[in-house]
């Protein structure tokens, strides 16, 4: 194995081989040396470019997951702006549309990104910089606020547990996204993104307002 270095292939090679080790296997079981070994660097490589284990996992949620709630929070300023409530629609596109628009424009496969992204919500959870953990804490309190500005008749309670189901039916369509081609083998598959991103939409805002 190479000895660390500052170039910036060396630090990217590590966090690639992160990124994919932690979406297949999870934060707690994949060990510093496992992610040296698949990038082909010296133990030494990760104190060098990223301080220590914990700074590795918050590169790692830097480089994928920081982005999403950043464009998240940024279309939910817009669409609560001013003093007329924000549509269910509008306030469910902000979630939905920055992972979309990431999974398919990450480096990873898609099956790969989207189990990062669900690692970092669950067992990542716990692991994450405190500062993380909370931006992502006040991200769905924002929205559970948004939607219940839109439905002010609905207890909060009820809104958090439909923006989860949600959530969740997002996360498994973008997981298997050609899940319906062997049933469907004449459709279109995979759907574009602004096809993909009305599919969603429609669904999920039908389920929150009922």
Known sequence: ???PSPDSNTKDRILEAAEELYALHGFDAVSVRDVT???GVNVAAVSYHFGSREGLIQAVLDRSIAPVVAERLQLLDVVTAGDQPPTVTA???ALIR???IQVRRSELSQAL?????????SDGLSQMPAECKATIRSMVGRFVDALHRALPNVPKEILAW???FCHGALMETLARDDALQEFFPDRKHPLSTD???AALLGFCSAGVSQ
């Open 1 to 3: 194995m190479s000895d």
């Open 37 to 39: 070994h698949k990038a």
């Open 91 to 93: 306030v469910l596109d």
């Open 98 to 100: 920055p992972l979309v």
């Open 113 to 121: 990104f989207v189990k990062l992204a669900g690692r970092c919500m």
């Open 162 to 164: 439909r923006l989860h």
């Open 195 to 197: 096809e993909l991103l």
